[in-house]
């Protein structure tokens, strides 16, 4: 993870509400690894879209 280049490229803003504790943990996060919010917010979606690729309609092919 450390390792991993995140946000290069083309940036746009996403502005969400979401549960204090969740903010919260992020911060507490960010403290104990020292990358910054906007990294750990991204990774943490990364990994949710990779997990959740039905969500974006995309079609597996096998070859």
Do not use: C, P
């Not at 996403?14 to 750990?40: H, Y």
């Amino acid at each position: 993870m450390k390792g991993q280049v995140h946000n290069q490229g083309e940036l746009k803003e996403l502005k969400v509400k979401i549960e204090a504790d969740v903010v919260t943990a992020f911060e507490t996060m960010v403290e104990k690894t020292g990358q910054s919010l906007d990294e750990l917010v991204v990774i943490a979606l990364k990994r949710f879209r990779a997990s959740h690729s039905d969500y974006e309609q995309k079609t597996l092919t096998l070859d």
